[in-house]
């Protein structure tokens, strides 16, 4: 196992009716920014109970951060903030409004051009405190310290990471998904599923507590995934997916083993030039990352088709085509599409995504930092 450092210091309120609860983790004279998206909470119930539990404090609202969030709407806020002095802010929504909030958070505090944060990786000194009402479970922004936005303008998509960022409460409610469209429940359990194997399916280095977290919530999506879209969808179901999701990044399963992340720094690419949702990238690269990565994943590929994918191994090379192939399937399963070409993108992807990637530097991707340009296009043309 490598040497870490472990540190979640987001307090987690998690069930029905803990929205309600969350006041007491929010000081009492704190001017409240509470910041939110398109609108969906205004419909399903969530802006209400937001607006009851804030009922002794002071607060205003944002709204507009769209999915993927922008840099351009997220300085509007910081404009807001600046301008009206707010001093906490409240994400209630998924992985875009929690990303947003974040940079929000930073960029506010920010001496010189926020836009430096992502693209230079400047040094974040100070950020405004930040809770969250997660509303999409998915990304486990709600406790983790990255975030990833978007220049619209630029097409660059890029992630920064701060522990100033990382929220000081979450607030998991599993009844929030019940107004979840097909689309973001599928993008709910794929997210997480590739999280987990990208701090997983890496190489073998005897860390088995981490190894056989990750094993249970790989076993967990695949078991309660399916069910989010049948009749047995009921509480239980969507609290061991929310808990799985928020589980699969916050920490735990990555330390003190390697990490790789290609499929990710690959599939933020894509949605920057395709507009792809984030989980829909994932499902399309990682089948092929795994294809193209098989001997240098070789052993955790085998314990992955083992006992995860409860496949006999006997044949190795046979065990590892079929647990690719399962894993693909399982997408699929869920309604999820896994090829380029289902989006309509076409052969210049590989071009295309691949200049992006080394305008960004992602020359040396995964664990071994050995996905380079020519294997990142060998990637994506079998994507198609
Ligand atoms: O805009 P609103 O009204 O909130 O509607 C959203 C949005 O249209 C809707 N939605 C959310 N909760 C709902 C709901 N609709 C009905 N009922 C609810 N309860 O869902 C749509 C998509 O929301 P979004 O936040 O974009 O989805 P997700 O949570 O998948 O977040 C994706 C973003 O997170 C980033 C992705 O790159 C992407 O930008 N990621 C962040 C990570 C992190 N911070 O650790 C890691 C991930 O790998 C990922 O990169
Ligand atoms: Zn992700």
């Not at 607006?51 to 840099?71: Q, T």
């Not at 709600?142 to 992630?159: A, I």
Request: net charge negative; glycine share 8%.
């Amino acid at each position: 196992m490598l040497n870490f450092s472990f540190h979640n210091p987001t307090q987690i309120l998690f069930g029905e009716g803990q929205i309600g609860a969350m006041s007491d983790s929010i000081p009492a004279d704190a001017k409240v920014l509470v910041i939110y998206g398109g609108g969906s909470i205004k419909s399903n119930g969530i802006y209400q109970q937001v607006s009851e539990a804030l009922a002794n404090h002071n607060w205003g609202e944002f709204s507009g951060i769209e999915p993927n969030p922008s840099y351009q709407t997220c300085m509007q806020a910081v404009e807001l903030i600046r301008a009206q002095g707010y001093t906490y802010l409240l994400a209630v929504g998924g992985g875009s409004v929690i990303d947003g909030s974040k940079f929000i958070a930073a960029a506010a505090e920010f001496d010189g051009e926020p836009w430096d944060i992502l693209a230079k990786g400047a040094e974040i000194k100070s950020a405004l405190d930040l809770g969250v009402v997660l509303t999409l479970p998915a990304t486990g922004s709600e406790s983790n310290s990255f975030s990833v936005v978007s220049n619209k303008e630029t097409n660059d998509k890029l992630p920064f990471a701060s522990p100033k960022v990382q929220p000081k409460f979450a607030v998991l409610d599993p009844q929030v998904m019940a107004s979840l469209p097909e689309r973001q429940l599928i993008n709910g359990v794929v997210d997480p599923f590739v999280h987990v194997m990208e701090q997983y399916l890496t190489y073998p280095i005897d860390a088995k507590v981490q190894d056989r977290f990750a094993e249970g919530l790989l076993l967990t999506l695949m078991e309660e995934g399916p069910k989010l879209f049948s009749e047995q969808v009921d509480y239980k179901v969507r609290a061991n997916v929310m808990w799985s999701a928020t589980m699969a990044l916050n920490g735990l399963i990555g330390s003190g083993v390697p990490q790789d992340w290609g499929t990710h720094m690959i599939g933020h690419e894509l949605t920057a030039v395709y507009g792809l949702d984030h989980a829909q990238t994932l499902a399309v690269v990682l089948p092929r990352m795994m294809l193209e990565q098989r001997d240098a994943k070789r052993g955790k590929l085998l314990q992955y088709a083992e006992r995860v994918m409860g496949l006999d191994i006997s044949n190795e090379e046979q065990a590892i085509d079929l647990a690719i192939e399962k894993t693909e399937a399982f997408f699929q399963s869920l309604g999820m599409k896994t090829r380029l070409s289902d989006y309509g993108v076409g052969a210049d992807a590989a071009d295309k995504i691949v200049a992006q990637l080394e305008r960004h530097g992602m020359v040396a991707l995964g664990e071994h930092q050995q996905v380079d340009l020519a294997k990142s296009r060998a990637i994506l043309a079998a994507c198609l």
